[in-house]
């Protein structure tokens, strides 16, 4: 079975512009995570969807918004890019409830 | 204010001896945990879990132990192996939370051969 997976690996952006992530959960996975990994906060919970549906959202500007489509791949978009965005970004799937969170391997975002 | 903490940002262990690795956490409503290994340039791979009515859950060269009176858990590691260096995190999550993991900050574990 494919793991998680998130594209494109790496991304350089210049400060204001918007970026968009993207991530193919594990086949039959309908929920899907995603986090941020800096040096300075550690893993931070951004947003959640389940079927399409926001189902918690963690304590970030409204600048990092979401979605998830009906095959249940899922995007993440920064607007306005900000120097502190520089990241990495973590999309997580999950299939049944208390299964634990299945990582791809990242999209390591460069904001310059 | 963090939630999960683990207060060693590294672990040195010779091949074959055991590993431990700590974590605590100050909210009460935690009651499902995990520990997540990390090699650079890769994400988390799950490893173990727990819930909050186990005090142990074993898999393989692997165990977790929670103490809930202490908010408190480890990940022993025996006999720990080089392919074992890496980074840890413990995670954990209130009942129903779906997908929102607090994490700790990490500890880098490196097993000497």
């Known amino acids: 079975k494919a793991g998680v997976t998130q594209t494109p690996r790496y991304l350089i952006k210049t400060r204001g512009q918007q970026v968009t992530l993207s991530c193919s959960p594990i086949?039959?996975?309908?929920?899907v995570s995603w986090y941020q990994q800096t040096p300075g906060q550690g893993l931070q919970f951004l947003f959640e969807y389940f079927s399409e549906t926001q189902r918690n959202k963690g304590n970030f500007p409204g600048r990092f918004s979401g979605r998830q489509f009906s095959n249940s791949r899922s995007e993440m978009n920064v607007s306005t890019l900000e120097l502190g965005d520089s990241a990495l970004y973590l999309c997580?799937?999950?299939?049944?409830?208390?299964?634990?969170?299945?990582f791809g391997n990242g999209t390591r975002l460069t904001v310059t | 204010d963090q939630q999960v903490k683990q207060n060693s940002p590294s672990l040195s262990v010779q091949e074959g001896r055991i590993s431990i690795l700590n974590c605590d956490y100050t909210?009460?409503?935690?009651?499902?945990f995990l520990w997540y290994k990390k090699y650079p340039a890769e994400g988390p791979t799950f490893l173990i879990s727990?819930?909050?009515?186990?005090d142990k859950n074993e898999d393989g060269r692997f165990t977790v132990f929670l103490n809930k009176s202490a908010k408190h858990l480890s990940l022993h590691i025996v006999p720990s192996q080089p392919g074992d260096s890496a980074v840890y995190f413990c995670?954990?999550?209130?009942?129903?939370?779906?997908?929102?993991?607090?994490f700790g900050g990490g500890t880098r574990l490196m097993v000497k051969p």
């Open positions: 995670a954990a999550s209130p009942r129903d939370a779906g997908n929102m993991l607090t």
């Open positions: 909210n009460s409503m935690f009651d499902y």
């Open positions: 997580a799937s999950r299939g049944r409830e208390n299964s634990p969170l299945h």
């Open positions: 727990i819930s909050s009515i186990k």
């Open positions: 086949s039959g996975h309908r929920s």
